[in-house]
């Protein structure tokens, strides 16, 4: 399955929080906004990571998708994937 996430600029307001979770594929901009590096996580702990980090951002800034446009979220489980 390919799934691609990316950051709505217009939403983000910089908790840093997704650079936190998803740090292979998204870091910091010198402001303190989310930007995405790698946009395609492979391997299913990489995704579980990158829908870990769209379930904790706060202002639903963080979007992961499938191939489809179909938004993926983490079924049943909260931020912290408990
Ligand atoms: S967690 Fe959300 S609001 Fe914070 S930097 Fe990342 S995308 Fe932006």
Not at 41 to 52: F, Q, T, V, Y
Request: hydrophobic share 35%.
């Amino acid at each position: 399955m390919t799934v691609e996430i990316r950051i709505d600029p217009t939403r983000c307001r910089g908790h840093a929080i997704c650079a936190l979770m998803y740090s292979e594929g998204v870091e910091l901009d010198r402001w303190g906004y989310g930007r995405v590096v790698d946009g395609t996580p492979e391997g299913r702990r990489s995704i579980k990571r990158a829908l870990r980090a769209a379930a904790a951002c706060p202002n639903g800034a963080v979007v992961v998708e499938d191939s489809a446009d179909r938004r993926i979220r983490l079924a049943g489980r909260g931020p912290d994937g408990g």
